[in-house]
């Protein structure tokens, strides 16, 4: 770029890192980069929120940002499979990389989500300030407590402008199998964007893959062909107060390891008011399964903390649950 040329990029770790001071330096060198790629591969979706929807004051996104997981989350979801099972066909069909961490555990999608709020709500967010959950511990129990109430584990990019400030998350979420997200299987991406005077609006296609990819480059190339004289995107400065909890009424599912079963259920059903407790369908008697409602994730959080000091207790697993 300081030589006058500009850059069209599909690199989303170059983007969240360093897009600030990229785009700063475009700007100063008159040219233009450009990073459709970066996220959702081949979907059309950074143009739309940075020009379609710029009447709009967006309110919030919800997200399938990263095909590995959502493709082995499908497979343990559909054909029972365990989360080694899934995780090998991904790899030996080409969708997972011989190291996977980045994907399976939320790093990749915790970029690609800095990326979109950054744009979104115009405020930096750094993307490893975002609290960010992989599927390394999903097992195939979790989907049959998930089946038998009309759930489907997702791994969601959730950010949402709050105030001022901006929750921010990647996490496993159980998401109601009528919802547009619960019906994006295997290595397929969606983005839904929710501004105040469009609503909700919808994006979906192939996130990553050769054609997808070029097909999104090559958009940008042609842009940037058509559209010399365009002002440079610039992110701006301000850097964003990120909420890492949930501090809203909602519904999380929990699974407790414990020998005591009656006495867990009794002090799941004191600590919450409402409290649904799963009959024992578990392979493993020694655990109890539950749906609460709490106020808010900070709550939830300093129950979980004096349940686990109980000496009855040995593990306790919480997922959230999208009810809307």
Not at 3 to 23: Q, R, S, W
Not at 72 to 86: C, G, R, V
Not at 215 to 235: C, H, P, R, Y
């Amino acid at each position: 770029m300081k030589l006058k040329k500009h850059v069209v990029t599909a690199n989303k770790d170059l983007i969240a890192e360093h897009g600030k001071e990229l785009l700063d330096l475009a700007d100063k060198n008159g040219v233009t980069l450009n990073f459709e790629a970066s996220v959702g591969g081949g979907i059309p979706i950074l143009k739309p929120l940075m020009e379609c929807l710029l009447g709009n004051e967006i309110i919030s996104i919800n997200a399938i940002l990263n095909g590995t997981t959502n493709f082995i989350l499908t497979k343990m979801y559909q054909e029972n499979m365990s989360y080694e099972e899934a995780l090998k066909l991904a790899q030996n069909l080409g969708f997972a990389e011989a190291n996977p961490d980045s994907d399976v555990l939320g790093y990749d999608a915790a970029r690609k989500l800095s990326i979109l709020s950054t744009i979104a709500f115009n405020e930096k967010v750094n993307w490893k300030n975002i609290n960010a959950e992989g599927i390394t511990n999903i097992d195939t129990e979790d989907f049959k407590y998930a089946k038998t109430k009309g759930y489907i584990i997702k791994l969601l990019g959730i950010s949402k402008k709050e105030n001022d400030k901006i929750y921010a998350s990647v996490r496993p979420v159980m998401v109601k199998a009528s919802s547009e997200l619960a019906k994006i299987d295997n290595e397929i991406n969606a983005i839904i964007i929710e501004g105040d005077a469009v609503g909700k609006v919808v994006f979906s296609g192939k996130g990553a893959g050769m054609l997808p990819t070029a097909s999104s480059v090559f958009g940008d190339i042609t842009d940037i062909i058509q559209n010399k004289n365009k002002k440079a995107l610039k992110f701006n400065e301000k850097e964003a107060v990120l909420e890492k909890n949930w501090n809203h009424n909602s519904s999380w599912f929990l699974r407790i390891k414990t020998a005591d079963r009656i006495n867990v259920m009794s002090s799941l059903t004191g600590y919450f008011k409402n409290c649904y407790i799963f009959a024992n369908t578990s392979s493993t008697s020694e655990e109890v399964a539950a749906i609460i409602e709490t106020p808010s994730e900070d709550f939830l959080n300093l129950k979980l903390e004096e349940l686990s000091s109980l000496n009855y207790i040995d593990e306790i697993k919480k997922l959230a649950i999208l009810n809307n």
